[in-house]
C-alpha cells in the first residue's frame, strides 16, 4: 500500500510542473517526462560519480546537494526548449516540447549517456547510498516521508510564487498575452521562468524517483510519461494545485483498485467460472490501463472538464452554505 503512494507522491511532484505550465501559463507541454528525466540522472551522476569529500558523505549531504543540482539543471534545460515560446503558441509550441522530448530522452540519454560504462551499469543504485543527513533512505515508508517533505515544499513554492508578482503575470499571459505584453508585463522574461520552475520541478520529482528504482534506465521517462502527466492535470483541474493532488491520486489508485479487484476474483473459483476471461484480462492488464486511461479523460472531458478540483469546490460550499443554500 505505502509503494502505491509512493508512486502518487511521484505523480503529484512530476504534475506541479505540467500544471504550473499548462494551468497558469498557457504554455502547453507534451515533453515533461524529459525533464524529469535530466534530474534523475543529474541527481544518479552526482552521487554515483562523482568524488565527494568526506565530511558531506558522512553527514549526509550529497542527496540533498544532487537535489538541488538536479531541479536547476533539469529547469536550465526545460529554459532552452522554452525558447522558441517567445515566438510560437498552440500546435507549433507543442511540437517543440515533443522535440524536447525526443532530443533528450530517445537520443542523448538512450543513446549517449545510459550507455556510459556499459548500458545502465553505471547507474545502478546500491542499497544505502541515499542519505539525508544521519536518515538512509531504504524502505517504503521512508520513501513516503521523503515524497511528503518534498510534495509540501514544492507546493509551498508554488503557491507563493502564484500570489506573487510572477504568478499574476503567468496568469496575465495565459489569459490574453497581448494584453498583458500591452500592460508592459515581459512575456518572454516570464514565459522563460514559468519553463525554469517547471523544468526544476520536474528535476525534483526523477531526483525524488530514483530513490524507489534499483537502476535508472530511459525506459522510465518515456513519451507516455508525458501525456500520462498531461492526463492527471485534466481529470483533476486545470489552472489548480489541489487538482495536481487531486488527479494524481484518482489516475494513480484506480487502475491499482482495478487491478486488486481483479486480483481478488481470480481467487474464487465460482467467479473464475462464470468469467473465465479474468486471467487474461489480468495477464492484459497494461492494456486494460491504458484503456482506462483514455476512458476517463474522454468522460472528464464531456461530463465535468473543469476536472475534480471544481467538483471538490462546488461539493464544499454547498456544506458551507447548508442548510440555508440559495
Known sequence: ????????????????????????????????AAFIAVGAY?????????????????????????????AIVAGLWSMLFGLPSAKVKGFYLIMTTMAAQFITVDFIIT????????????????????KIGPWVIDNDMKYYYLAAVLIILCTFIMANLLRSKIGRAWIAIRDNDIAAEALGVNIVLYKLLAFFVAGAFGGIAGAYWIT?????????????????????????????????????????????????LILFLTGS????????????????????KEA????????????????????WWQIKNYFNLWPFSY
Do not use: D
Request: proline share 6%; hydrophobic share 55%; charged share 5%.
Open 111 to 130: 543513446q549517449y549517456v545510459s550507455q556510459v560504462g556499459g548500458r545502465g551499469s553505471y547507474f545502478s543504485i546500491p542499497p544505502g547510498t541515499i
Open 212 to 260: 524507489n528504482l534499483f537502476f535508472v534506465s530511459p525506459e522510465h521517462f518515456l513519451f507516455p510519461w508525458s501525456l500520462w502527466l498531461v492526463g492527471v492535470i485534466l481529470i483533476g483541474g486545470v489552472g489548480s494545485i489541489y487538482g495536481t493532488i487531486y488527479g494524481a491520486l484518482f489516475m494513480t489508485l484506480i487502475p491499482e483498485a482495478l487491478k486488486a
Open 1 to 32: 500500500v505505502v509503494s502505491v503512494f509512493n508512486i502518487v507522491g511521484y505523480t503529484i511532484l512530476a504534475a506541479m510542473g505540467v500544471q504550473l505550465l499548462i494551468g497558469y501559463c498557457g504554455q502547453v507541454t507534451l515533453g515533461h
Open 292 to 311: 482506462a486511461f483514455g476512458l476517463a479523460i474522454a468522460l472528464f472531458l464531456i461530463f465535468e472538464p473543469n476536472g475534480l478540483s471544481y467538483r
Open 42 to 70: 543529474t541527481s544518479s551522476i552526482l552521487m554515483l560519480q562523482v568524488k565527494w569529500p568526506a565530511f558531506l558523505v558522512q553527514a549526509g549531504l550529497v542527496y540533498p546537494i544532487s537535489l538541488v543540482a538536479a
Open 269 to 288: 473459483e465460482f467467479i473464475l467460472n462464470l468469467m473465465p476471461f479474468l486471467p487474461l484480462l489480468l495477464e492484459k492488464f497494461l492494456y486494460v
